[in-house]
């Protein structure tokens, strides 16, 4: 199920970057409210974008790149270094 998340999201990457760019609208001269509309398509681009991104970052966020047990143990770890005080910060 996790792979098939993976490819999932993949295919909206691919999908949202195919699109950012409207060749079908190249050569078009059209005006909407006085903007032409290639713009108006980059700002509802931008917005599909927005939504998308804000639906990955909290359903998806780290898939394919971590673990849930790797996860779970660099969680520990990281809280018992800023615990001991070794965490590389400067005091």
């Known amino acids: 199920m996790r792979r ?8 909206v ?5 195919g ?8 050569g078009d001269g059209t005006v909407v409210w006085g903007i032409p509309l290639w713009l108006w398509w980059h700002v509802g681009w931008m917005g599909v974008a927005s939504v998308v991104f804000w639906v990955f970052t909290q359903r998806a966020w780290g898939i394919g790149i971590e673990s ?3 996860a779970t ?6 809280n018992s270094s800023r615990a001991s005080g070794t965490g590389g910060e400067r005091q």
């Open 4 to 11: 098939l998340e993976v490819w999932g999201w993949i295919v």
């Open 13 to 17: 990457a691919v999908v949202l970057c």
């Open 19 to 26: 699109l950012a760019i409207p060749w079908f609208l190249w």
């Open 68 to 70: 849930n047990s790797t």
């Open 73 to 78: 143990d660099s969680s520990d770890e990281g």
